[in-house]
């Protein structure tokens, strides 16, 4: 009756089938408000070491299957945890390995990030990419939300996941609890239009707008096999402000000398070039810098805008601890809130005019404990010994706000991709809504995108693969 009950809601409310086109892989969880839930409010079972599964909803349009997950504490769904998802691709029990009441072709387990394609007697290893997987959030959590790829093939072209009928199980296998508990799924897609994805268009809204370009280029910039990609890319995104993470090798001003014939005309008729940070953040402006304080990895630059007043941006290049340093990646996000506090407090190290939009831009890292999110996010400082009260870190009083910017060609924010791990939001943007405004924004890849857009451009479609670790993040700032 569960299979039935979904099908018959997907087949009378066009809200849903609305809905479902629409569907996002971010992180936040507002678009699942609309999808009716297979499982909800199940019982913990309490198992020492165990996961329970408590909620699991499901979706699909023509491109994507999406699946949301709730579980009973916060994990880290990549790492330490055995939750497996079954596929019974072919709707077919007498195949596959049976688990659930049903014969699954396909598995995959989270914590280990790999799953097996069953076929008769042979087993192949799959990784996500093999699935198209895409999931978020990054960082630990309770709730969870993935994407599988309609189609998606193995190395050797092997369909994995066809578009038509399947079931399906997803089991905790240290506890045993299973969802759906009843002799699996059966669940038929509506393979629903996804929504046109927006017009890819790279100019800002308005020329007055200051555009910043974040980028981690992991040592690349003086690769010379990749300084063609480069000079596309920057030509195309034009940013006003290009603020790099691990730039290691040169000095600001050789880095600037790099880039300088791929940047548009500066705003001011010369460009200033800093360096600062243990993970060495580079920013090139077209406004001096007054302030340079390194935080850690990361670094601060509070850039002196023209106009009266002494207007500033207060501008913090992220480039938080990697992997799984918790520990050192919270103390510096206690530190950056610390130094945001003291420029918000008349009398401290360094004042800035009241009300000047600060913002933070660049790689995280948000790999571990989610509660580094909301330190960066909500003031919510964790050593408050050494770094001071938790506070609310825009000027009004309230939280930041993360921008979460988008892909052109996908509906995903993830800004990394690479082997091993799923894609990933590792790069973020938080600013202070209070005082400032934000124009045009995007993660920008050429994978995937038109071929027309790539030709207006002057791209090529691994320009960005060759000049990335993390996807470049692109904000305009609308400043008064």
Known sequence: ????????????????????????????????????????????????????????????????????????QEILWQVDNRIRFYLDTDDNPNTGKAIGGIGAEVSFTFGERQGQLLLGKDTLPLEYQHLGLVGAPSTTSAHFEWALSWGAQTKDGQVVLPKKPFRFVIVDEVGGDMLPDEDGLRYIPTLKPRLPDPEVSFERADPAHLRLLSHNVNRRHFHPDKKDAFTRVYQALAPDLLLLQEAYEGKAEEVLAYFQSALPTSRSGQWYAYKAGGEATVLLSPYPAKHVIPLGNSAAYLVQLPGKDDPQLALIALSMPCCRQDSARQAEADQILAFIRDLQTPGGTIDVPQNTPIMLAGDANLVGFKRQYHTLLEGIIQDEVSYGKSFSPDWDGTALTDLHPRHFQRPHTYTWRGRGFFPGRLDYIFYTDS?????????????????????KYNLREMDAPNTYKHMPLVVDMILE
């Open 1 to 72: 009756m569960k299979s039935l009950h979904l099908l018959l809601v997907i087949f009378y409310y066009p809200s849903l089938l609305l809905a479902q086109s629409n569907m996002a892989i971010d992180g936040r969880f507002e678009d699942w408000a609309a999808i009716p839930l297979i499982v909800d409010n199940a019982e913990p079972d309490a198992i020492p070491g165990a996961v329970d599964l408590l909620q699991l909803g499901i979706a699909d349009n023509d491109e994507y299957l999406h699946f949301y997950l709730k579980v009973d």
């Open 435 to 455: 005082v400032l405004k934000i124009g045009h924004n995007f993660v920008f890849d050429t994978v995937g995108l038109p071929k027309a857009a790539l030709e």
